[in-house]
């Protein structure tokens, strides 16, 4: 399994004059000095690859011992076009992705790690909370049916970690070679779900922190989480 972090974005809703994934923490460390931290407690640090465009060399410069793929069209794509690059280069292989300013407690991989043992593509999800401006999803027969920020009724919210087994990836690819630039991956799971039958379970990790840092104030909310 290969492991990407989408970190090609500029982060201009936070408004810092570097990459997002490097937004100090008040734990002293950033928000993917974190990520990467948690993956390396129960995986490898050399199956991370971490998909980096905005201000590339700062990323690359704090962590030297992970592979990275350039997305030269960071400030005119999506993430959608950033994990595309990504799993171009995986196409045989299972792919579990997050987006770069996730900030997670490491245990939640204790749930994960089920589903990934028996190769069952998912997206995690948190049930507690719907709000309108998160990524929502539905459900039908036990699987994702609709999965967009503008889903009608939604069970839950996305959380930014993911996994394609290597037998659903193929189909994937080519669902995201179909999305527009400004679309986000989920739109390419949706599209394979819909035209392909993709079987993606929600696996629920409310039990654990997890948090999309967007603004300043889901910044100050991932602080208290860990202080």
């Known amino acids: 399994m290969k492991i990407v972090i989408l970190a090609a974005g500029m982060g201009s809703r936070l408004g810092n004059p570097f990459p997002k994934p490097l937004t100090p923490l008040v734990n002293g460390k950033s928000i993917m000095q974190m990520q990467v931290d948690n993956i390396n407690s129960y995986y490898s640090v050399e199956d991370i690859n ?62 994960l790690n089920p589903f990934i043992k028996k190769k069952q593509s998912f997206v995690a999800v948190n049930t507690s909370k719907v709000a309108d401006e998160e990524v929502k999803y539905t459900l039908e027969n036990g699987f994702i049916k609709e999965l967009s920020k503008t889903v009608k009724g939604g069970l839950g919210e996305a959380v930014g970690i993911n996994y394609i087994a290597s037998k659903d990836i193929n189909s994937f690819i080519a669902r995201l070679e179909e999305c527009d630039a400004n679309d986000y991956f989920e739109r390419g799971i949706e599209i394979a779900i819909e035209k392909d039958g993709l079987e993606v379970c929600a696996v629920d990790i409310s039990q654990f922190n997890c948090m999309e840092v967007d603004f300043q104030e889901d910044l100050d909310n991932a602080n208290k989480l860990l202080e």
């Open 50 to 111: 971490v998909v980096v465009g905005f201000k590339k060399d700062l990323i690359m410069e704090r962590f030297p011992e992970v592979s990275y793929i350039y997305n030269p069209l960071f400030d005119t794509t999506n993430t959608s076009k950033s994990l595309l690059r990504a799993l171009r280069k995986f196409k045989d292989k299972s792919v579990l992705w997050m987006n770069g300013d996730v900030v997670f407690d490491e245990k939640l991989f204790d749930v």
